[in-house]
């Protein structure tokens, strides 16, 4: 079983659309969490961490189910900048390992 | 002012050819780590080094060998280069201790014909 698995879309969604990607876990020790953004042929880079009690940044939030064990990013107002990439990264208590998930893709369509 | 800066951004090589990848991080942090990127996407993790120790080696192959000269800086080399070996490769670095991301290198982009 992979340590942190996504449903691969890809998500095709209009401008304005609220759009939300649901990312599952199955090291119950796992700490720390993180959202990252990947536009084509460029690196991920960090859209957000994600806290127990949810956070919001803008447009985004995220949310952490420790009981079920997933972690969800929600973007509102989807705008055609949003088009990417978005990986789910899970840290374990115990060791310096991160693990990423295989990506959402996401296409805001005018 | 790049904080991870990665080099070259493309290599192309034959078979057999022996590469390097070199990598630097401005950002003060401990720990670096190099990442694959195969054609579906996935991120697996090669190697992590923190202050020049190696903490973490994945089931990579030995043709594989990373050198940090210094706590800044995390090269790979690669031996007797594979077709399967064609790949992005990432470098990335993180503040150990502080529950941080990474940040990552731009990557370099591997082709091994």
């Known amino acids: 079983r992979k340590e942190v698995e996504q449903d691969p879309g890809p998500f095709n969604v209009p401008e304005g659309a609220t759009v939300a990607f649901n990312c599952t876990y199955s090291?119950?020790?796992?700490?720390?969490f993180f959202w990252y953004r990947q536009d084509c042929r460029k690196e991920p880079k960090l859209l957000m961490s994600?806290?127990?009690s949810g956070n919001e940044d803008g447009r985004f939030t995220a949310q952490l189910n420790r009981a079920s064990q997933y972690i969800s990013l929600l973007i509102r107002d989807s705008k055609l900048s949003d088009s990417a990439t978005y990986l789910c990264?899970?840290?374990?208590?115990?060791?310096?390992?991160?693990?990423f998930g295989t990506g959402t893709s996401l296409t805001v369509i005018p | 002012d790049t904080a991870v800066s990665q080099t070259p951004k493309y290599l192309v090589t034959q078979m057999g050819n022996d590469k390097s990848i070199k990598c630097e991080q401005n950002?003060?942090?401990?720990?670096m780590y190099w990442y694959k990127q195969d054609s579906k996407k996935f991120l697996k993790i090669m190697f992590s080094?923190?202050?020049?120790?190696?903490?973490i080696n994945e089931t990579v192959p030995n043709r594989f060998s990373p050198k940090s000269p210094d706590k800044a800086h995390l090269n790979l080399h690669i031996n007797s280069l594979e077709l399967g070996d064609s790949a992005v490769y990432f470098c990335?670095?993180?503040?150990?201790?502080?529950?941080?991301?990474?940040?990552f290198g731009s990557g370099t982009r591997l082709t091994v014909v």
């Open positions: 990335a670095s993180r503040a150990e201790g502080t529950g941080s991301g990474y940040t």
């Open positions: 090291n119950s020790a796992s700490q720390s």
């Open positions: 994600v806290y127990s």
């Open positions: 990264v899970v840290k374990t208590r115990t060791g310096n390992q991160f693990y």
């Open positions: 950002l003060g942090h401990d720990t």
């Open positions: 080094y923190n202050n020049k120790e190696l903490i």
